[in-house]
């Protein structure tokens, strides 16, 4: 059964950083793309950025140049670091694996961006 488990929000001041983590069971981990998915109140879920197998990743225009993610194989993880965070970026974030067409996904995260 394929379980995922988010860490790190919290609430944070514009400008500030957070690190999210998602850890990963019942799935071989290393050939996944895995997605971070972001819903903000009255706003429909969007898809905010991705790490696939290889590493590459691609993130959303709204984010470029201040999230970044990682994956680490051997623990099954994968991470969402945000920078320069704004109001906007106050959503709960979901991590997602798509497995054999399925959508999993995690219980979520909470990050709050206020001063």
């Known amino acids: 059964q394929v379980h995922l488990v988010e860490r790190g929000g919290g609430l944070v001041q514009p400008g500030g950083s957070l690190r999210l983590s998602c850890v990963a069971s019942?799935?071989?981990?290393?050939?996944?793309?895995m997605n971070w998915y972001r819903e903000a109140p009255g706003k429909q879920r969007e898809l905010v950025a991705l790490?696939?197998?290889?590493?590459?990743?691609q993130t959303v225009d709204s984010v470029k140049g201040r999230f970044t993610l990682s994956r680490d194989n051997a623990r099954n993880t994968v991470f969402l670091q945000m920078n320069s965070l704004k109001p906007e970026d106050t959503a709960v974030y979901y991590c997602?694996?798509?497995?054999?067409?399925?959508?999993?996904w995690g219980q979520g995260t909470q990050v709050t961006v206020s001063s």
């Open positions: 997602n694996v798509r497995s054999h067409s399925r959508n999993f």
């Open positions: 019942g799935i071989n981990f290393k050939i996944y793309t």
């Open positions: 790490i696939s197998s290889d590493g590459s990743t």
